[in-house]
């Protein structure tokens, strides 16, 4: 078949033809458990009637108009987001992506009020904060960048949870104004940092009086078994991106400030022209109704037990497995060789997952995932994994 697609993905060869909570079915009717939620999206499964009956209702009144017009949905939204985050104002936008350009343009802002000719942002390794220009050279993997420069300017890398260096950088350089951290690095392979990492970052930000700005477009909108991966701990950021889990599919992304960086922006500094659309919006508010009325917070820290309990009960000894962790339902098994090719095996086997940093196996389950299904996961990982170290 002919192929008129750019080049820039290497699909699997499946097509899935429909959903239904946390399955998937291909074009000839094979059915797959999908403990990967299209990269920690789809947090309400496939065709979740709540989220269903939102797009169709919205869809059925008003689409788009444009952000030169109030749009009632948004402020709603918006109220509901500062409700559960504790941050002021949001900008939205389409991705996790444009989320993060919005938060760097708002760290340059807050420098250029410290008058600070050309402000700096601390980034950190192994963290992944999209594919814009500015977000793939914030992002902490050369593969990311490579092809790409000249890449731009302004960021300062140091290793993730090394307060350290951090510090360091503070005594070395005048010309910070904000730290860009994701609270758990997804795509560097679930990195869950020190328990006092985020706090002391906080604080550092307030002595240096930089923006303390968390990149939540993964580990947000309950995945972690909260609202937000911050909540764990008793501070609130200056800035926290969305994006993923906000839509459960639906195109939408978040940048929520509080603060005085919530009155960073000023009309003509930045924009979206889909950005809280409507539709988005109303999807938006449908997901957080729903993990509300069903109490799926709760059962996310459930399921998190059953998980890793189970996985670590049933290959957590062998010597080829490092390491088994998580919070919420955001887990990995990392093994001490690479395992790329455990995709397309568990494919076999009707299970959807993925592998980051080429030896991790990167879950991401939906949150209405049922005990049943739960224990199919790990019976499936458990073969999986058997099978994979014993022919390797």
């Known amino acids: 078949m002919d192929n008129f697609l750019m080049s820039n993905y290497r699909p699997l060869d499946i097509s899935f033809a429909r959903g239904e909570g946390a399955w998937l079915w291909d074009q000839s009717g094979e059915r797959y458990l999908d403990a990967l939620c299209g990269i920690g999206v789809t947090g309400l499964g496939h065709a979740h009637p709540a989220i269903t009956q939102a797009i169709c209702e919205q869809a059925g009144q008003l689409i788009h108009t444009s952000n030169i017009y109030n749009i009632n949905k948004q402020q709603q939204l918006a109220e ?3 409700l559960i985050s504790g941050m002021s104002r949001t900008f939205f936008c389409n991705s996790g992506a444009e989320a ?5 343009k708002l760290a ?12 700096r942002i601390i980034v950190t390794e192994g963290s992944f904060h999209g594919r814009t220009m500015a977000t793939l050279t914030a992002t902490g993997n050369r593969k990311v960048q490579a092809g790409f420069e000249p890449l ?13 260096a951090i510090k360091t950088v503070a005594e070395e350089h005048n010309d910070i104004s904000a730290i860009l951290v994701e609270p758990i690095q997804g795509e560097g392979g679930i990195q869950i940092p020190d328990a006092d990492y985020l706090t002391e970052i906080g604080q550092l930000c307030k002595q240096n009086n930089w923006l303390f700005m968390l990149d939540e477009v993964q580990t947000g909108m309950g995945r972690t078994g909260n609202w937000f991966a911050f909540q764990q701990q008793d501070l609130l950021p200056d800035v926290v991106t969305l994006a ?21 922006f000023q009309p003509g500094h930045h924009g979206s022209t889909f950005g809280g659309n409507p539709l988005v919006c109303n999807t938006a508010l449908a997901v957080i109704n729903t993990i ?11 399921l998190n037990d059953i998980l890793l309990q189970g996985l670590q009960q049933k290959i957590g000894t062998m010597d080829a497995v490092i390491s088994i ?3 919420g339902l955001m887990l990995a098994i990392e093994l001490d060789r690479p395992c790329t090719e455990l995709v397309s095996h568990a494919l076999k086997l009707g299970l959807l997952i993925n592998v980051t940093t ?15 299904q739960a224990e199919d996961i790990i019976n499936i990982i458990n073969d999986l994994v058997r099978s994979f170290l014993e022919e390797s």
Not at 100 to 104: F, G, L, M, S, V
Not at 152 to 164: A, H, K, M, S, T
Not at 360 to 372: H, K, T, W
């Open 358 to 372: 080429e030896n991790v196996i990167r879950l991401l389950p939906p949150f209405i995932l049922n005990d049943e």
């Open 80 to 82: 509901k987001l500062a």
């Open 100 to 104: 993060n350009e919005a938060a760097i």
């Open 152 to 164: 731009v300017q302004g960021f300062i890398r140091v290793p993730y949870n090394d307060l350290e």
């Open 292 to 302: 509300e009325q069903d109490k799926l917070l709760p059962r996310i820290s459930q």
């Open 244 to 264: 993923k889990g906000l839509g459960n599919g639906v195109p939408i992304g978040a940048c929520l400030a509080s603060g005085p960086a919530a009155d960073l």
């Open 325 to 327: 962790r998580g919070q």
């Open 108 to 119: 340059r802002l807050h420098g250029h009020q410290k008058d600070i000719s050309e402000p």
